[in-house]
């Protein structure tokens, strides 16, 4: 049965600005994890992937229906990839009953959640 459905949508040049005034945006939004595979990426690479992430973690804090925030931060929430690429999500570290679908273009990054129970 479907308990939630989220969906985002953001601009790349507003995560790019947001991330080129301070590491610190990059750490609020993404884990340990995936600030580690961040790094590994060129520039242009590295704000397609963060602002993919910003949009799934906003899409699951939707479909929650908590919007982010203390019940929810984005730290709270993990997107790993399979080996085929397929993305994965976690919420405070338990691997969440649901599904997560990211996209971007040149411009924007969007992405949908759907929840389950
Ligand atoms: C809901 C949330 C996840 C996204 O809000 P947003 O980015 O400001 O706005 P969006 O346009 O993406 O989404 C707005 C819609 O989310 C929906 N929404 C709001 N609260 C919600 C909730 N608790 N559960 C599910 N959906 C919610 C509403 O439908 C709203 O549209 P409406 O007011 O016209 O009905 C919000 O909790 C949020 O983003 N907070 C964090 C903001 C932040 O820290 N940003 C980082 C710096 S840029």
Request: charged share 25%; net charge positive; hydrophobic share 40%.
């Amino acid at each position: 049965m479907i308990s939630g459905i989220g969906l985002d949508i953001i601009e790349l040049d507003r995560i790019a600005k947001l991330d080129q005034r301070t590491a610190k945006f990059r750490m609020r939004i993404l884990t340990k994890k995936e600030l580690a595979i961040y790094n590994s990426y060129s520039h242009s690479r590295q704000i397609e992937f963060l602002a993919g992430r910003f949009a799934g973690k906003e899409a699951f804090a939707k479909a929650m229906g908590t919007g982010i925030g203390a019940q929810c931060n984005f730290n709270d929430i993990e997107i790993t990839s399979n080996s085929l690429g397929k993305p994965e999500l976690y919420f405070k570290g338990e691997k969440v009953n649901g599904f997560v679908s990211i996209t971007h273009t040149k411009n924007i990054a969007a992405a949908q959640v759907i929840l389950q129970a």
